[in-house]
């Protein structure tokens, strides 16, 4: 060793010559110096090595306040990882269980190096989460100050970077450790390091101000002492200059210069009394300060009665000290000081617990103390009981992006919390590089890929394998529209196998049809058409008796009896009144629209006399039209339309078919009154599944009219489809 690691040890040895037996410092030395001593270990520089590894444990010894199993896991952590010695060999070494530091500083290692945003109050949360013992944080939190008090020897461009960490989440951590002075030298290294300028005129104007400020102190102090005395137990009273962090701080939040901050300093008053005499000692010594300044009641702050979550202990009050100025006075005992000066390490030392062997259960007091109902909630508690997290994970995509999801997520959870295509088509994915099923419960620290497959299908089970709503949402939205295809799929089918048939489906008559079957909806039949759960043949048959059945009782209001054959030829351009011209320019003709498919003036239209003698005249693209060709081809007579529509309204059925999204009916039927010379006559809905289907019975002039109101009904957010029946 170098001269300088000679001394740092020989202080270390001096001050803490019981920490280690004779024959474990013996080992502890053979151990390092064999592990640096080889290269293939990878330690370039091995002064250096030792140099970092007795300063960070100078830090948890003497500025934390840790012990054996800590510093132990902390020098002997490369040598474990890089497997020179086994965990279980450290233990048996130096009679000390370090497997649950080790497997700490492990895993925040990992975390590290997942390149994660360490902005993210997510990150914190996690840290505190996978360094399940709080040792490790504090180790951490020492790591990081060592390195700003050596950040001059970093590269220019690594220092800013280290100095932000610092700043937003290892001063943090100090805090709410409990860790007041660590907390306060991280400020102020990072604000050295990120806006030098700021810091290094603050530092002057600190220097600048210094004798007056300590001849102010010593005039406040004074007059108290000879008071303090007839409290009867040792004390001493110090004056103390705020950080140069906390000054800039209140610089920001005021808005002001240096020198309208009027409390740069504070005034500490700290007695040495017996703990059962703490408080009535610490009220004593408020009463005998509020006598001697004016104090100012809305700036009192007890921290006897109710101590801050971190363990910090005081009572705080801000007085009208010589000049009138105002001062804050801070009064604890030694007992309350060193907790605030080293936290959790002092609370340790204070609950009577020797060894770190007892932390546990210390630990378990202090949740149990906390999450007392009867107790004021206060700040940072949840960040400081370890184990209330147990309600979140986090996990990282296979890129290093930080994920939150509640506790017992899936990977079909984390597969929806990405995009809604990836959770569709999730067939499985590998955690930390394993193969495992959607199913899968994510833990703290996974990492995660998902596997998919473009033929893969959501299926109702889903909705038992996640938890989070959004996943559930998404999966029933999937389902929905598999759902709508499906039954797109069916129509399709029977529409096909129909016209094989040489039979048009007309929708109506198709509804009834699935009613008789059992079905709630028409969608429900298309959707086991599609399956294969019904036999089509069944439905055929089905359809034709209907068929059938509604041809036999149809009657016409009109017969053709009297029919009058003129001699005189009527003109192409009939009247207002005869807009349609049948056979061979036949006039009076009593006639009927069909009802199977309703056909409007404008249409290409044909005359078919029925067996009862009357004519019905028919669309020559109506769904009956090849069978009457077929079968009954000498009934058929020629028809056109004359002259003008004006006067004559059609009623004309839509099929709508789309998605039930709120308002759909609304705006169809706005668009539809909006329309000259149409009129809705009545309106049928069926929804299921997330599917619309309407039928919508208009009265419009001409065929014109009518291709201009579909075109628009077509527009209209979440149609998919109209047709005329």
């Not at 001269?3 to 080992?27: D, G, P, Q, V």
Request: hydrophobic share 35%; glycine share 4%; net charge positive.
């Amino acid at each position: 060793m170098n001269a300088e690691n000679i001394r740092l040890y020989r202080n270390l040895y001096t001050s803490h010559s019981t920490l280690f037996t004779h024959s474990e410092r013996k080992e502890l030395s053979r151990i390092l110096k064999h592990f640096l001593s080889e290269k293939k270990y990878g330690v370039e520089n091995p002064e250096a090595f030792l140099k970092r590894n007795l300063e960070i444990m100078d830090i948890l010894l003497n500025e934390i306040g840790l012990g054996k199993a800590a510093v132990i896991s902390f020098l002997l952590m490369e040598p474990v990882e890089k497997q020179y010695i086994d965990v279980k060999d450290v233990d048996k070494l130096f009679s000390t269980a370090i497997s649950p530091i080790m497997i700490g500083l492990q895993r925040v290692k990992e975390l590290y190096q997942k390149n994660v945003a360490l902005e993210s109050e997510n990150f914190r949360k996690l840290l505190l989460t996978m360094a399940e013992d709080v040792r490790v944080i504090l180790i951490i939190v020492a790591v990081r100050l060592q390195t700003m008090r050596n950040l001059e020897s970093y590269p220019t461009d690594e220092q800013q970077q280290i100095a932000r960490e610092s700043s937003f989440l290892y001063a943090p951590l100090a805090h709410r450790m409990g860790l007041y002075k660590v907390k306060t030298e991280l400020e102020d290294l990072s604000l050295k390091f990120t806006d030098r300028e700021i810091y290094k005129a603050i530092a002057r104007k600190l220097n600048e101000t210094k004798r007056s400020r300590d001849a102010y102190m010593n005039a406040f102090i004074e007059p108290l002492k000879k008071e303090m005395e007839e409290i009867g137990f040792p004390f001493e009273i110090k004056g103390r200059t705020k950080s140069i962090h906390s000054i800039y701080s209140k610089m920001q939040k005021q808005n002001t210069t240096f020198e309208n901050i009027y409390d740069l300093f504070a005034i500490r008053i700290i007695f040495d009394t017996p703990i059962e005499k703490e408080k009535a000692a610490c009220w004593q010594a408020y009463s005998i300060v509020a006598d001697m300044y004016q104090p100012n009641p809305k700036r009192l702050r007890d921290w006897l009665s109710i101590p801050k979550s971190n363990g910090y202990e005081s009572l705080h009050t801000t007085v009208l000290g010589p000049q009138n100025k105002w001062v804050e006075v801070q009064i604890r005992t030694a007992r309350m000081n060193e907790v605030a000066e080293m936290g959790l390490a002092a609370h340790w030392k204070y609950k009577g617990i020797k060894s770190e062997s007892g932390m546990d259960e210390w630990l378990k007091n202090i949740r149990e103390i906390l999450e007392n109902p009867d107790l004021n909630a206060v700040d940072f508690m949840d960040e400081f009981k370890l184990n209330l997290y147990d309600k979140e994970v986090f996990v990282f995509t296979p890129n290093g992006d930080l994920h939150k999801l509640p506790k017992d997520a899936t990977l079909l959870d984390f597969a929806f919390s990405i995009h809604t295509n990836l959770g569709t088509q999730c067939v499985g994915g590998k955690v930390n590089g394993k193969h495992v099923q959607i199913k899968y419960v994510l833990n703290n620290g996974d990492q995660v890929e998902v596997l998919t497959s473009p033929t893969q299908k959501p299926n109702p089970a889903w909705l038992n394998i996640v938890t989070t709503s959004k996943a559930k949402n998404k999966i029933r939205q999937s389902l929905k529209e598999v759902e709508f295809k499906d039954a797109e799929i069916g129509r399709e089918t029977l529409i096909r196998r129909f016209k094989n048939w040489k039979i048009e489906l007309e929708d109506g008559r198709f509804s009834r049809i699935s009613k008789k079957m059992g079905y709630k909806t028409v969608s429900d039949l298309y959707q086991a058409i599609a399956h294969e759960k019904v036999d089509i043949h069944e439905v055929r048959e089905l359809y034709l008796e209907l068929e059938t059945r509604d041809n036999t009782t149809a009657t016409e209001n009109r017969t053709a009896e009297n029919f009058v054959k003129e001699v005189a030829a009527i003109p192409e351009t009939a009247s207002k009144e005869d807009v349609l011209v049948i056979d061979n320019n036949l006039r009076n003709v009593d006639y009927k629209l069909a009802k199977c498919c309703n056909p409007i003036y404008g249409d290409e239209i044909f005359g078919f006399v029925s067996v009862m003698g009357g004519i019905k005249i028919h669309r020559t693209n109506c769904p009956n039209a090849p069978q009457m060709i077929s079968r009954f081809g000498y009934r058929i007579i020629k028809a056109r339309w004359s002259g003008k529509s004006e006067g004559s309204q059609y009623p004309i059925t839509l099929r709508v078919v789309g998605h039930d999204d709120i308002g759909i009916v609304t705006n169809i039927t706005s668009i539809i009154s909006k329309e000259k010379e149409v009129m809705l006559r009545s309106i049928s809905i069926d929804t299921n599944a997330g599917l619309f289907q309407g039928n919508l019975t208009v009265m419009v002039n001409d065929n014109k009219s009518l291709d201009d109101l579909i075109k628009k009904v077509k527009n209209v957010k979440g149609v998919k489809n109209v047709s005329r029946t």
